[in-house]
Nanobody, 114 residues
């Protein structure tokens, strides 16, 4: 069955960087639109970044210029490089794969705090 496993979260100071990874199994990553969402306490889940199967990327305004989504189809992994992190970026980050069905990872916590 399809599994998505996120990693790379943690505690970082404001202005720092983290790289999240999402490794997929049981699916052909190259045929899926891959998304990163995040959910902060008491807030709705929001779409942060997207990479389509043909390589088109898009970002939420709040992260544009700071976050970069990329994929390595050979490694079946999608990444989210996060730079210039702010306390408002604190959230659980989820990987999502979309084609005919929707698949989700378990999430990884990112905390930005001094």
């Amino acid at each position: 069955q399809v599994q998505l496993v996120e990693s790379g979260g943690g505690l970082v100071q404001p202005g720092g960087s983290l790289r999240l990874s999402c490794t997929a199994s049981g699916m052909l990553l190259s045929t899926y639109t891959m998304r990163w969402y995040r959910q902060a306490p008491g807030k709705q889940r929001e779409l942060v970044a997207q990479s389509t199967s043909i390589g088109i990327t898009s970002y939420a305004d709040s992260v544009k210029g700071r976050f970069t989504i990329s994929r390595d189809n050979a490694k079946s992994t999608v990444y989210l490089q996060m730079n210039s992190l702010k306390p408002d970026d604190t959230a659980v980050y989820y990987c999502n794969a979309v084609r005919e069905q929707d698949y989700w990872g378990q999430g990884t916590q990112v905390t930005v705090s001094s």
